[in-house]
DNA sequence: GCCGTTTTCGGCCCGACTGTTTTCAGTCG
């Protein structure tokens, strides 16, 4: 059973308890899902290795826990939350993903009216029997129903390439307004999350009834949630819930470390607090009713005797230990990036011309990039073979020739076959300035064969980078099963590339596989998988996804200056 | 149910807003 089969089961098991008023094991039960969850490991080799003692290595794991995960993987299935379910035959999932709905709620309406599922829920609630349940009126009834709709139109979480852009607009116009002093938006936009369920925006004003005001007037707002002086929340048209807090100047720093999160963050920062005597909150660092610190986040970081934490790496990863210790990494920088090493043009599956990727690269700041078209594997594409590569590689002198200011290298995308062989003869690749290599086909190979096709490939002495390993496709496609640590290792040992690839429903590898291939030492470039000119500046989610994989600039290669970065590829 | 610069018990982060109330529980972040 996968890891997140089995956090699913934990995380079900925290909703029954809840139902149930249990205090604490919900949580507990809930940060074994999660600790299950970041887990790169299958749980299930962890306990091949040394058994249910060996599972409690796992944070949040302790004697009742293993025992839990032992006989799930024995047998397939937990008699303890079998129980659970028959004593309430509900589906807690479904139910409680409806918002406004929680476990109280779900007991509510199954002790009254017998309801177990969505489906029975949006009945009763057309039908108008939720309204008169003790603690539910008609604004509730009406609530779940835009809830359930909200659902069913597949609502949830957003790539954060896709919404950005719309958040800066709106956290450019509130700025803008009166009486408003400052703006920032806060929680996984800021902390750069691949995907965000949500946007939290902060201003500063004394006069919050205008700022708030507007906020609900914008053209983009579909629904008001709730609105007061301090909070007020709205979803908007594109389904997304965007949140906006007034918080006075002397709490903006707490506030948004607060409301950057993460909540796990926080809460490890509130335990620091704790040990001191002291009292965090949205306000302020508090010493009894002293306010000690709270302007800004930096006051804050240093009061609790810690070095300023980047919101990239705000995931309680270690980060605070670090921070402690004042051994946090020296981040790689948005702007760090001199080149861009996958770009596709109309030779295969892009847009644009050569000339007009590079222009657009070069107005960009890039000093450099590679042209990377995909080759005859994928013949979906036009994919090049020898005779092809070559013509473009004399298209590329030619353009050089003409072109200032940025430097245009020989690539291509080339597919890694079933076998661990390349679609392209070494001769050709001979001639080529970077050689990217790609999984494009035979997705569903087992673990063993994928990682020996891929490492195989690898080993290509002309073979320079890894294109997105794991070949994910955010909320579309599970990455293709492969051990990571495997192919970390063996492009240390084959001085292989690994690439963060950039592009928004990619970003590939993901943070924790860079954290892994940074401890061993191996190089990474961060490219953006442009398909048209409108791409390249998706490089920025790439640096994001880099820092909250803790890179530091010199373990990214393309933010050196050409010379080098050629000197770092297997063929200088 | 977990965990330990308060270790084998006694804690476990904190506050805003809504709805349905008449003092607060539930939900959310």
Known sequence: MRNSEIAQIFREIALYLEMQEERFKPRAYEKVAYALEALEEPVTEIYQRGGAKELRSI???????????????????????????????????????????????????????????????????????????????????????????????????????????????????????????????????????????????????????????????????????????????????????????????????????????????????????????????????????????GETEEEIYQALGLSYVPPELRENQGEVEAARKGELPALISYGDLRGDLQIQTAWTDGANSIEEMAGEAKRLGLEYIAITDHTKGLAMTGGSDEKKLLRQMEAIDKINQSLKGIKILKGAEVNINKDGTLDIKDEALKKLDVVGIAVHSHFNLPRKEMTERVTKAMRNPHADILFHPTGRVIQKREPYDVDMDAIIKTAKETGTVLEIDAYPDRLDLKDEHIRKAVEAGVKLVIDSDAHSVNHIRFLEFGVAQARRGWARKKDVINTRPLKDFLRCLKHP
């Open 59 to 293: 944070p949040g794991v302790g004697e009742a826990i293993a025992e839990k995960i032992e006989e799930i993987i024995k047998t397939g299935k937990l008699k303890y939350y079998d129980e659970l379910r028959k004593k309430t035959p509900v589906d807690i999932r479904g139910l409680t993903a409806i918002e406004g709905v929680g476990p109280k709620s779900v007991k509510v309406l199954y002790e009254k009216l017998g309801i177990t599922g969505v489906g029975e829920l949006e009945q009763a609630a057309r039908t108008g029997k939720i309204r008169g349940l003790p603690r539910f009126g008609e604004k509730m009834q009406q609530k779940i129903l835009k809830g359930i709709e909200f659902l069913k139109q597949g609502g949830g979480r957003f790539p954060l390439g896709s919404v950005l852009p719309l958040i800066a607009e709106i956290e450019k116009r509130l700025r803008g307004l009166p009486d408003v002093e400052a703006v920032t938006v806060a929680g996984s936009v800021r902390r750069r999350k691949e995907t965000i369920g949500d946007a939290d925006f902060l201003a500063i004003s004394s006069k919050p009834e205008g700022i708030m005001d507007y906020f609900i007037s914008m053209p983009e707002v579909m629904h008001v949630h709730g609105k007061g002086m301090t909070k007020t929340m709205v979803k908007l048209k594109n389904a997304m819930d965007v949140d906006l807090r007034v918080v006075p100047k002397e709490s903006f720093g707490a506030a948004l470390c607060y409301f950057t999160g993460s909540k796990d963050h926080n809460v490890a920062l509130r335990r620091i607090a704790q040990e001191k005597g002291l009292k965090l909150n949205e306000y302020g660092l508090f010493r009894g009713e002293k306010r000690i610190a």
